[in-house]
């Protein structure tokens, strides 16, 4: 049943439209802290509505029966790990401030959402080991400029604790990565 949904055109189509406007949305959140990045860090800061991009440029490809491994490992990987890393910053940002705005509980569903669908799309992605290792690649090169060159996404009350984020991140890079093999290459090998 869930496979049919996942193949069904007005389904893709819908998926695409709400990923297409929250990439929008998402590069006009960044909208501050790109006003201010420095011209070559500028494709590495908007971490979210990028993984976005990629899924959203992965859609429409699949609309039309086509596959594009690099975006789809792109897309996998980036949308694993942005949507579960603001999952945890907001909930972070909750029990260090002890609320959370209306805003903040948006961003959580709506990153959850992001995960979930890379997931659910991973027995359709044509994805092998060089396209994951470009994904790979481009994942742990933006976690050294998010936290070595520190242009992380802007949660003022989390700066303080950049080392331990720059930390869990690039161990959440690895397990999407490992994550990604795992539904992608390893499963169509068995």
Request: glycine share 4%.
């Amino acid at each position: 049943m869930i496979k049919y949904i996942l193949l069904d055109k007005r389904f893709i189509f819908c998926l695409f439209l709400i990923n297409f406007f929250g990439t929008i949305y998402g590069y006009y959140w960044y909208k501050a802290q790109l006003s201010i990045t420095p011209s070559i860090f500028l494709i590495f800061v908007p971490d979210s509505p990028t993984a976005s991009l990629f899924f959203t440029i992965f859609l429409l490809f699949f609309l039309f029966g086509r596959n594009i491994p690099y975006i789809e490992a792109l897309a996998i990987v980036t949308l694993l790990k942005y949507g579960t890393w603001a999952v945890v910053m907001n909930l972070l940002t909750l029990i260090i401030e002890g609320s959370l705005s209306w805003q903040g509980y948006m961003l959580m569903a709506s990153h959850a959402g992001m995960a979930i669908q890379g997931l659910l799309y991973a027995p359709f992605y044509k994805i092998k080991l060089k396209h994951l290792a470009v994904a790979a690649i481009w994942t742990l090169h933006n976690d050294i400029i998010d936290y070595v060159f520190e242009m992380m996404p802007m949660y003022s009350t989390l700066t303080k604790y950049m080392n331990e984020i720059g930390y869990f991140t690039f161990w959440l890079s690895i397990l999407c990565i490992l994550i990604t093999y795992w539904f992608t290459i390893r499963k169509k090998s068995l």
